[in-house]
């Protein structure tokens, strides 16, 4: 008697899957592209020639808005928002004749002293080797520099003993 009401049960529970029952609406799922200004960070995938990921001297302010849609724009710059080295901070890509000159990175963290500083300088530093090899460094700085880029990453005093940190992406000077 037990299995035939189960048997009963179970196919009455088909009978109202199969005739409709309560009907639930199909789940939609919407994929957006994000906005990648204020999430991709300048040491994640290939260097380009400016050291930086995927860019090369002399990309236009048209290309860098493409790559970066929610930049700001300034009069001979572009800016946003993001992490660079795992550290938040403004990225500026300056212009010259509409070609990419130079990028800059103001970290925006507050580091209460110049010790502070070069403790994150430091975390920054390693994820620079470890995308364009050894650099040099002397007294809070640290340099990189190749055929096709000049970077330099410093710890400068600010304010009251705080702590700035800093990012710098150059042409080697001929």
């Known amino acids: 008697m037990r299995v035939r009401a189960t048997a009963l049960i179970s ?28 999430a991709l960070d300048g040491l994640e995938g290939t260097p380009g020639t400016t050291g930086y990921a995927g860019l090369d001297w002399g990309i236009t302010e048209a290309g860098i ?5 929610s930049a700001s724009a300034g009069a001979t710059f ?14 500026t890509f300056e212009f010259q004749d ?11 963290d507050d580091y209460p002293s110049m010790e502070a500083c070069l403790e994150v300088w430091k975390t920054v530093r390693e994820a620079v080797n470890g995308k364009l090899g050894a650099g040099s460094s002397e007294n809070g700085a640290a340099y990189w520099d190749s055929t096709t880029y000049n970077i330099v990453l410093s710890c400068d005093p600010g304010e009251e003993d705080q702590g700035v940190m800093s990012m710098s ?5 001929e």
């Open 11 to 38: 196919t009455a529970l088909l009978l109202v899957a199969a005739c409709g029952g309560k009907s639930t609406p199909p789940t939609t799922t919407t994929t957006t592209t994000p906005d990648t200004a204020g």
């Open 65 to 69: 808005k493409e790559r970066f849609p």
């Open 78 to 91: 572009l800016s946003i928002t993001g992490n660079h080295g795992g550290k938040p901070g403004v990225t």
């Open 98 to 108: 509409d070609k990419l000159h130079r990028i800059s990175v103001s970290f925006t």
């Open 169 to 173: 992406y150059a042409q080697p000077q």
